[in-house]
């Protein structure tokens, strides 16, 4: 019998290239996706950090000018109520007070009291007796009240101070001088130097924080830059942090600079609004966006290299692997094409051999009838094990988003499960009328715990801390670990501020009680700023978070193991 001949085919690729090529398409495509992911998260994470730092560089920043500008203040309301300085007839006294608060201060560039008709009567090393001042403006402002002058240069000192490396700058402080007839005599009032501000700007920035370009700057209230960088001293500027700041809020974001470059600006505003005794400064800390995320994209380089590296080697692994799989398989395809050809010549096949190599290879050329038969048996095991592989994925995926909401060391709720029942939390005091508020503690006395007694101890610590919270409050409140030794208390259905006030001392007392470790016993305290939430308030929870952290950080300027409320 005459078998026609095949039409010939077009050649198909060798399995051993089609796996090549699939398994490096796969490693490509993969490789690709993780660096895109690597990269984005990387970045978005190092902007969202440099942010938090600026942010909190600038309360700092703020918080030092105020402190500065208040024990002025102080000063010279103290001086206006001592008698030597009231009478000022005795001038070699009144002289020998003034210069006694300028040895204690060397900030005080000049202390001197003039009277009514603006004669300097007084003053430290003599400097300016006699000259007449009633045209200056804290001479003016201080015959009414204490009063603070904002920036400005030296006028009159100019030529009588010393030489400095940066040009003289004051705030001056003054206050009235009222007779023992109630009756205004004088003035008295105090030329701070700028330095000061300069050196804690210095002090504010590590040189961590140098080398990458920081910039801390205090803007006056006309948009007047009186610290910063040499360029900008005394220019106006204008961007949307200094607006922010200028309106009294605080925080951090990206903007363009005057100079085209982007810059991550954290904001803040000093002194308080309408108050004649503070001054209104915005204060911004900034880099460029380009430093902040210089960590990232050198991290993203490096996985480059490494991406590439462990491309080439997947890929000679797939190379060999692709080799080991398809020989046997070749070898028995070679074999079906020559009984193939044998049958079409009309000869009689030879006997499809024994592939040996792997099992499969080896059951594909013994039973090849039977895989047909068994197709719907494999089938059925098939379909059995992918629903016992759903059930497991099911059960797995639960536990896996229990443990992505709960800390691993206390077993308590972790800052995203914290995040997802505030919404709630807030929801709950709108429908029933009643303040909810925000406990944010810092164990006092941990890291001396940790640095004596080692971490292991340090880990017990935390776990029995959490445990005398969740013990402390009711089931309906929540407790939750932030990181390290920081938690957060949410307590519902308040009578007000006094209510979460006594409840929060109340865990005080819970928490300042021996703890009895594995090999010590120990005792710590707690810093607790509390935040309110009202029926009412705007649903912020990054503003309610941010004022319970900014109270807790008052209670710890404050003494430590001690309740701050916040306003």
């Given at each position: 019998m005459n078998i026609p001949a095949r039409p010939p085919t077009r050649r198909s690729l060798r399995l051993a290239t089609i796996t090549m090529l699939t398994v490096s398409i796969a490693v490509t495509l993969t490789v690709l996706l993780h660096l895109a992911l690597v990269s984005h998260f990387a970045h978005q994470q190092a902007r969202k950090e440099a942010q938090l730092r600026l942010q909190q560089l600038s309360w700092q920043m703020r918080d030092s000018l105020n402190r500065v500008t208040n024990n002025a203040l102080v000063t010279v309301k103290l001086l206006a109520d001592l008698p030597q300085v009231r009478s000022f007839d005795d001038a070699d006294a009144t002289r020998g007070v003034l210069e006694s608060i300028q040895r204690e201060v060397a900030d005080y560039a000049w202390i001197g009291v003039a009277d009514a008709n603006g004669k300097v009567r007084v003053s430290t090393g003599r400097m300016l007796e006699g000259a007449q001042v009633e045209a200056r403006p804290w001479f003016q402002a201080g015959l009414k009240r204490a009063h603070a002058t904002d920036y400005h240069p030296a006028l009159l000192l100019n030529k009588l101070l010393p030489k400095a490396a940066d040009p003289w700058r004051f705030i001056d402080m003054s206050a009235p001088l009222a007779g023992a007839d109630g009756q205004?005599?004088?003035?008295?009032?105090?030329?701070?130097?700028?330095?000061?501000?300069?050196?804690?700007?210095?002090?504010?920035?590590?040189?961590?924080?140098?080398?990458?370009?920081?910039?801390?700057?205090?803007?006056?209230?006309?948009?007047?830059?009186?610290?910063?960088?040499?360029?900008?001293?005394?220019?106006?500027?204008?961007?949307?942090?200094?607006?922010?700041?200028?309106?009294?809020?605080?925080?951090?974001?990206?903007?363009?600079?005057?100079?085209?470059?982007?810059?991550?600006?954290?904001?803040?505003?000093?002194?308080?609004?309408?108050?004649?005794?503070?001054?209104?400064?915005?204060?911004?800390?900034?880099?460029?966006?380009?430093?902040?995320?210089?960590?990232?994209?050198?991290?993203?380089?490096?996985?480059?290299?490494?991406?590439?590296?462990?491309?080439?080697?997947?890929?000679?692994?797939?190379?060999l692997l692709a080799r080991r799989l398809t020989r046997p398989?070749?070898?028995?395809?070679?074999?079906?094409?020559?009984?193939?050809?044998?049958?079409?010549?009309?000869?009689?096949?030879?006997?499809?051999?024994?592939?040996?190599?792997?099992?499969?290879?080896?059951?594909?050329?013994?039973?090849?009838?039977?895989?047909?038969?068994?197709?719907?048996?494999?089938?059925?095991?098939?379909?059995?094990?992918?629903?016992?592989?759903?059930?497991?994925?099911?059960?797995?995926?639960?536990?896996?988003?229990?443990?992505?909401?709960h800390d691993a060391l206390t077993g308590l709720p972790n800052r995203r499960a914290l995040m997802q029942a505030l919404p709630d939390a807030m929801r709950r005091a709108a429908r029933a009328g009643k303040p909810c508020a925000l406990l944010f503690l810092d164990m006092d006395g941990f890291k001396g715990v940790n640095d004596t007694h080692g971490h292991e101890e340090g880990d017990e610590l935390l776990r029995q801390f959490g445990a005398r919270l969740l013990d402390a409050v009711r089931k309906t409140d929540l407790v939750a670990r932030l990181a390290g030794d920081e938690f957060v208390v949410v307590l519902e259905g308040l009578a007000d501020a006094q209510d979460a006030h006594e409840k929060a001392n109340s865990l005080l007392d819970v928490l300042g009680q021996p703890y009895a470790l594995r090999r010590a016993g120990v005792r710590v305290g707690a810093s607790i700023g509390v935040a309110l939430h009202r029926p009412g308030d705007p649903q912020d929870l990054d503003a309610w978070l941010a004022r319970a952290d900014s109270s807790m950080y008052a209670a710890k300027r404050g003494g430590k193991n001690a309740v701050a409320l916040a306003n």
């Open positions: 205004v005599r004088g003035v008295v009032g105090v030329h701070m130097s700028w330095q000061w501000a300069r050196n804690r700007a210095r002090q504010l920035l590590t040189p961590a924080l140098r080398e990458y370009g920081a910039e801390v700057l205090v803007v006056r209230a006309d948009g007047t830059v009186i610290l910063g960088p040499d360029h900008l001293i005394e220019k106006k500027i204008d961007t949307p942090s200094l607006r922010l700041a200028q309106a009294g809020a605080t925080g951090s974001l990206r903007e363009e600079g005057v100079d085209g470059k982007t810059y991550l600006t954290g904001y803040s505003r000093t002194g308080t609004a309408g108050d004649p005794t503070t001054l209104q400064w915005a204060v911004l800390v900034r880099h460029t966006e380009d430093a902040a995320l210089a960590d990232a994209r050198a991290l993203e380089d490096r996985m480059i290299v490494l991406s590439v590296l462990m491309a080439l080697v997947l890929a000679g692994c797939a190379a398989m070749d070898a028995l395809s070679g074999a079906i094409e020559q009984a193939a050809a044998a049958t079409r010549a009309g000869g009689r096949p030879q006997d499809i051999p024994v592939v040996n190599g792997f099992h499969e290879a080896q059951v594909l050329s013994d039973a090849m009838r039977e895989l047909v038969r068994s197709e719907e048996a494999h089938r059925s095991a098939l379909e059995t094990m992918n629903r016992q592989l759903e059930s497991t994925v099911a059960a797995r995926t639960a536990e896996l988003q229990a443990l992505l909401l």
